[in-house]
């Protein structure tokens, strides 16, 4: 007898049950489910997009048809008046002036602090200044406006007397006094409000830089801001300018925070310190109760024109984005 034939074969394990797969009906319908709900939110979306442009047009059409002035040109807005005069010179004019202020503050500081975050703080440091700087983005726009009045507005003659000193040679910082409730007031306001948006997208860009290219460099002996300003900064270039332009649309498009601050007049000074100015979100806000049929058309038409700049912003925006797709580390 062989000893093979005396050694008994191991016994047979049972395999656990395994759960019936679903049929291929099943999955197909679940598929179909889907791609119907995904399809029917993009149509709804673009149907509700489209149905706000056509209500806009149509009672723009409505005020452009009574309008005495040019639309474009005419700095007074006499909307009620009997003929109705009113054009968005002025409106347009504070409207990117103080975006274009609220920019120039806050995305360098932006970047700044979001290299820091994510760069340079220890842990224990970054992630608490990571939460105050998204809690600031939670803070109602009308805080920010009375804050802007009650303790910006008061504190910032001795800054406008000094540039007024300095730069009130230019005439762009020509200050002769009086109550700083001005454009250059309101871009300050703006960057603090929009600092939030653009930080935390710049920090999101700047954590998704591969590792491998700031090891790399540091193995060549690269210092820290080297090492930022060869690998971080060319990787999240197209990020920190989608984070701008996204900020750039929420300083076009605010309200309160605006014209609770502004001394709003429509003349237009060559001088950012003075007091007058006006946008278009804060006219609207601050006519439209008191506004008649065409008064309301009027602003309608204004709000048209604000609507058509703030998908110009955010198309720009995609745009890049999808320009190079790299920054989102994907890639990496």
């Known amino acids: 007898m062989k000893i093979a034939d005396t050694i008994a074969p191991p016994p047979q394990q049972e395999l656990p049950p395994q759960a019936p797969k679903p049929s291929k009906s099943a999955r197909h319908r679940g598929d179909r489910i889907f791609l119907g709900l995904s399809r029917g939110s993009g149509i709804a979306l673009l149907v509700i997009m489209a149905a706000i442009a056509a209500f806009l047009t149509w009672r723009t059409a409505n005020a452009l048809a009574v309008n005495e002035g040019n639309f474009f040109t005419t700095f007074d807005w006499n909307a009620n008046a009997d003929p109705p005069v009113f054009g968005i010179a002025v409106l347009a004019f504070g409207t990117v002036v103080s975006s274009v202020i609220a920019m120039a503050l806050a995305v360098p500081i932006a970047v700044g602090i979001a290299l820091f975050i994510s760069h340079y703080a220890p842990r224990r440091l970054a992630t608490p200044l990571g939460y105050v700087i998204d809690l600031l983005a939670a803070v109602p726009s009308i805080v920010y406006g009375l804050w802007g009045a009650l303790f910006l507005v008061p504190h910032l003659s001795g800054l406008f007397f000094w540039m007024d000193d300095y730069l009130g040679w230019t005439g762009v910082f020509d200050y002769s006094g009086g109550a700083a409730r001005s454009l250059f007031t309101v871009g300050i306001v703006l960057a603090i409000m929009i600092l939030p948006i653009v930080t935390n997208v ?131």
Do not use: C
């Not at 300018?241 to 601050?261: C, D, F, K, N, Q």
């Not at 950012?272 to 609207?284: H, K, S, V």
């Open 202 to 332: 710049s920090r999101e860009v700047f954590l998704q830089v591969p590792k491998m290219h700031e090891e790399a460099a540091l193995a060549l002996g690269a210092t820290r801001w080297e090492v930022i300003r060869m690998s971080v900064l060319p990787f999240g270039r197209s990020g920190v300018i989608s984070a701008s332009m996204l900020g750039l649309g929420r300083a076009l498009g605010e309200t309160m925070a605006v014209a609770t601050v502004l001394s709003p007049s429509f003349v237009i000074k060559l001088s950012l310190l003075d007091p007058g100015g006006g946008t278009f979100a804060q006219n609207i806000a601050a006519g439209f109760n008191e506004a008649g049929d065409v008064g309301r058309d009027a602003l309608i038409a204004s709000g048209l024109v604000l609507f058509v700049i703030t998908l110009v912003v955010n198309g720009g925006a995609r745009m890049i984005i999808a320009r190079r797709k790299e920054y989102s580390g994907a890639n990496a």
